[in-house]
């Protein structure tokens, strides 16, 4: 990124946090490992004023460290290229979208390939990340399916191409057997709904054994799953012996892990050729952490896709890495309408997002709502 020049005398003047309530098109069930996940999600969102310009974005400082920043300068909180600086980072998003409407681009303009010179749009693909285990009052297998597959025609009919599905059903809400069975009758209903152009993913939450991960990769080889996300808890054993045998099972799906409580070896594993694409989570990881990150196994060929699911921010947040990081795979897609959040820079389009070149994150906030929803639910230090 070139350099921007900040003002010297410009500080923080103001930091405001509010709760947004939000809302999916349809609840979202259970997962291998939680509950029903539900219809409403909250977008936690915090705005930073400094030098008369603001910028918004999820955060998750509170109200004392906020106060503790006021005054300080803005050259403080980036570093030469534009990265947050470390202190700074659990209010990065505010941050970054400050900075980007300050330069007047956005950020994905702001880091990597796509500087200020390039014209060209950044398309990322994304999936509908949707398909959860929303069939367990059904006990016949059948009518289970074509929920699932009435569900993956409504995300084509939304623009999406691809899709990943939540599996795991047998790892506590259904007999093991009758639970794989069911997985693997999903999977095959969900290809069938989509064609055979488009990609899935499945993600077992960590409720597949490895001799259960075999067995669901076997069955499915003719839906050529795309990857297989959080078979079980990170074990290099356990991910070699797959690998081994999915070589000579000639499955090519790849293997994707790091979205919840990581393995610290994680990334090192994956330098090593043991897992293929690298999951952190990017408001738990970090956005400027992954730039840093993805960099990093850009050069050892490992893949990126940063989980972003249960955070509204990050259907658009997410995608601006994809110009800073070659091995960027998917956006993760969650949909919800926040009332005060103006995403119509935003659409999914043949399984694509097209980056809008708006300032910041192409996010537009209400100020009378945010205002009374800050008095309601939130805080204001500054002035």
Sequence with gaps: MSKIDIPKQWRVERIEWAMLPGRRPREAGCNARLGVHGQNVAARIGRVTIGGVSGFGWTRVGREQAEAWIGRSANELFDEEGKVQREFRGFEYPLL?????VA???????????DASSQSPVD??????????????????????????????????LGH???????????????????LARDIAIIHGVRETIGANGRIMIDANNG???????????????????????????????????????????????IADGEGQASPSLVEWAEQGVIDVVQYDIFGYGFCAW?????????????????????????????????????????????VAVEG????????????????????????????????????????VGK
């Design 161 to 179: 191409r691809h899709f990943k599905i939540k599996v795991g059903r047998g790892a506590r809400w259904m007999e093991h057997a009758d639970g």
């Design 104 to 114: 007047g681009k956005p950020v994905f303009r702001l880091f990597g390939s796509a």
């Design 124 to 157: 990322v693909p994304c999936y509908d990340t949707t398909l959860y285990f929303d069939d367990l009052h059904l006990s016949d297998t059948g009518a289970a399916v074509d929920l699932l597959k009435r569900e993956a025609a409504e995300g084509l009919a």
């Design 291 to 335: 730039i840093e990150l993805g960099r990093k196994l850009d050069a050892s060929h490992v893949k990126s896709a940063p989980h972003s699911y249960g955070n509204v921010f990050g259907n658009y947040a997410s995608g601006h890495l994809a110009a800073a990081i070659a091995g960027y795979q998917f956006e993760e897609w969650d949909p």
């Design 97 to 101: 979208d400050w900075l980007g409407r």
């Design 341 to 380: 959040l103006d995403d119509s820079a935003y659409a999914v389009r043949d399984g694509i997002v097209r980056l809008p070149e708006t300032p910041g994150f192409g996010l537009q906030l209400d100020d009378g709502y945010f205002a009374r929803k800050r008095e309601e639910t939130g805080w204001l």
């Design 208 to 254: 597949y054994t490895l001799n259960g991960t075999k067995e669901v990769l076997a069955a499915t080889a003719g839906a050529r799953l795309y990857w297989l996300e959080e078979a079980f808890h990170e074990d290099k054993i356990l991910y070699e012996d797959l690998r081994q045998w999915m070589a000579k099972e000639g499955l090519n799906a790849l």
